[in-house]
């Protein structure tokens, strides 16, 4: 059963560039490792997925190296509206359905 | 485009009393359903998911179930609330197989047990 542990929480300062890392040691093969972002009184929504080395899109990119037990989230100058809780998932070994458990996330508190 | 509905927003109710949250999928066919739970400054936890019509699994045995009457229907119902009940209700629906799923989430209900 595949799991994730991320720091509890961040601070930064907006324009800096922030790097959560995330650890998932027994990532199985064909699992991606997915990314979301929640404000709150919000669902999470989606920010990015990966399965290997490098992935970027218009909000964020995502570092993964080659033998995937981690994962970097990288937000680039971030701004205040950036502050909210970031959850990095992986997904589960065949338990016989779509079973997508969320951790406890990082908070990110990005100051002025 | 796919959306998703989720009603009501807020919700107070007694303890004791039924409960019946709705949440409704437009735009696409045969998704895959959950509804979770997030007590106030924690993480989201699953309390069910479906992969089709009738099809619920639990993961936390509790005095709360699900219904998916429809393919784009998931309804999480009790038949009596507890004060443990409270808390931010969350359905989303998810594309994409086993492993690559990415979730769409409604707006939530939040719903107080008093």
């Known amino acids: 059963l595949a799991k994730t542990t991320q720091p509890i929480s961040m601070d930064s300062y907006e324009g800096q560039e922030v790097n959560i890392t995330c650890s998932h040691n027994?990532?199985?093969?064909?699992?991606?490792i997915t990314w979301y972002q929640q404000f709150p009184s919000q669902g999470p929504r989606f920010i990015i997925q990966g399965y290997k080395t490098k992935v970027t899109n218009e909000v964020a990119s995502l570092f993964i190296p080659a033998d995937r037990k981690s994962s970097t989230l990288s937000l680039p100058r971030v701004s205040l509206s950036d502050t909210a809780v970031y959850y990095c998932?992986?997904?589960?070994?065949?338990?016989?359905?779509?079973?997508?458990?969320f951790g406890a996330g990082t908070r990110l508190f990005v100051k002025a | 485009s796919q959306t998703i509905h989720q009603w009501p927003a807020t919700l107070v109710q007694p303890v004791g009393s039924p409960l019946s949250l709705e949440c409704t999928v437009e735009g696409t066919s045969n998704p895959n359903l959950y509804w979770y739970r997030q007590a106030a400054g924690r993480g989201l936890q699953l309390l069910f998911y479906?992969?089709?019509?009738?099809?619920i699994s639990s993961e936390v045995p509790q005095n709360l179930s699900a219904s998916r009457p429809q393919d784009r229907q998931f309804i999480l119902s009790s038949k009596k609330l507890l004060l443990s009940d409270s808390g931010f209700y969350l359905c989303a629906w998810s594309v994409g197989r086993q492993g690559t799923e990415k979730l769409f989430f409604g707006s939530g209900t939040q719903l107080s047990v008093l």
């Open positions: 027994n990532i199985a093969t064909n699992d991606y």
């Open positions: 998932l992986v997904g589960e070994e065949n338990t016989g359905g779509f079973k997508t458990i």
């Open positions: 479906s992969v089709g019509i009738g099809q």
